[in-house]
C-alpha cells in the first residue's frame, strides 16, 4: 500500500502529464478523423454534383459538334462516337456515384435520385432535339440559348441542402446518424 506521505510531487507530475498528453492525443486522432470522413463525404457529393452537370452539357456538345467537310464525311461519324464514349462515361459515373451516395445516407441519396432522374429526362429530351439538328458551321451557332435547365433548381437545392445536413459534424461524427 502507498502512502501519501511517501509520493513525492515529482513521481505525480510525469505521471498527469502523461495522462493529458494520452488525452489530447485520443481527442486530436477522433478530431483528425473526423476531418478525413468529413473531407471524403465533401468530395464524394461534389464529384457526384460534377457529373450531373457533365450530363447536362451534353445537349450543348451535341449541337456544337464539328461538320463533315466535303470529301471528310468520316467526320461525322467521328463525333457521334466521340461524344457517344464522353456520355458514356458520364452515365457510368451518374451510376457509380448513385450507388456509392446510397451507402452514406439514405436521405442524401434520396434526393441525389431524384436530381439525376430529373436531369436525365429533361438534358435527355433536349439531346433527342440536339442530334436533329444539323451540325454547326458557323460562328454565330455557338450562341444557344433555347437551353433552360430551370426545372432542375429545386432539385439541385433539394440535394445540396441534404448534403449540407449531412456534412454536419454530429453526422459525421456518429456514422448512425447519416439515416
Known sequence: MIHL???????????IALAVT????????????IRSERARLQTLYADAYAAVVSYQE?????RRRRT????HEEIANDERIR????????QEKLS??????????????????VLVHE??????????EAWKAPPLDNDAGMNISDINYDALKQPQTDYLD???DNLRFRRVAFVRLRT
Open 5 to 15: 506521505a511517501s509520493v513525492s510531487l515529482a513521481t505525480v507530475l510525469p505521471l
Open 22 to 33: 494520452t488525452a489530447g492525443g485520443v481527442v486530436t486522432w477522433w478530431a483528425n478523423g
Open 58 to 62: 451534353f445537349p450543348f456538345m451535341i
Open 68 to 71: 463533315p467537310l466535303p470529301g
Open 83 to 90: 461524344i457517344a464514349d464522353a456520355l458514356q462515361a458520364v
Open 96 to 113: 457509380n456515384y448513385t450507388a456509392q451516395i446510397k451507402a452514406e445516407s439514405t436521405e442524401v441519396s434520396a434526393k441525389y435520385d
Open 119 to 128: 436531369t436525365r429526362l429533361i438534358a435527355g429530351s433536349y439531346m433527342r
Open 162 to 164: 441534404a448534403m449540407k
